[in-house]
């Protein structure tokens, strides 16, 4: 398994644009996590689905934020529109029946 | 809600020494996992401890989990410049949330060769 596959790995834009983050979770996770991370707030989860159902979103920051997730295979985060505060490292993370979990590699957002 | 606590923030280490970071939570959890992110990289699940005094060794690394199930601790013996990373604790929500895993800030380790 290539593990959580998230796109982009980097991503740059202006304040006001609309930004998506992508994931793929693992084969057979039934549960997803986005979180964010910045370096004065540590990790922070912003929502969670299970079973393709989101569960608790009580993390997303304001109506900005947005997530998605159609598919067992596929989910997005999206903001819109962004701001330079937004800028940090979002990680999607998928397990199974409350085991560990597997992260992506990241996204680094830059709003400038 | 749920706080964890992890001290200290960070820890810097001669090669060869130990290291031990420590984590606290504010209610009683079901299970604690532990976590290592290298600079540059994605956290990485090391190890989930379940029972009241648990203890579980992998290679140079011990954890343990409290006998309460509040806190746990994670200890490096020897350390190495491959350990250099952030470690952290993340404990279960409870209900609805017991699959959410809310995480201490960790503890930041450099290792001086």
Redesign the interface.
Known sequence: DAGVIQSPRHEVTEMGQEVTLRCKPISGHNSLFWYRQTMMRGLELLIYFNNNVPIDDSGMPEDRFSAKMPNASFSTLKIQPSEPRDSAVYFCASSSLGGGYTFGSGTRLTVV | GQQVMQIPQYQHVQEGEDFTTYCNSSTTLS?I?W?KQRPG?????L??LVKSGEVKKQKRLTFQFGEAKKNSSLHITATQTTDVGTY?CAG?GSG???????????TKLSVIP
């Open positions: 299970n996992q976590y990289g994605h956290p990485v699940f190890i989930q952290f279960p609805a949330g017991s699959y959410q895993l809310t995480f201490g800030k960790g």
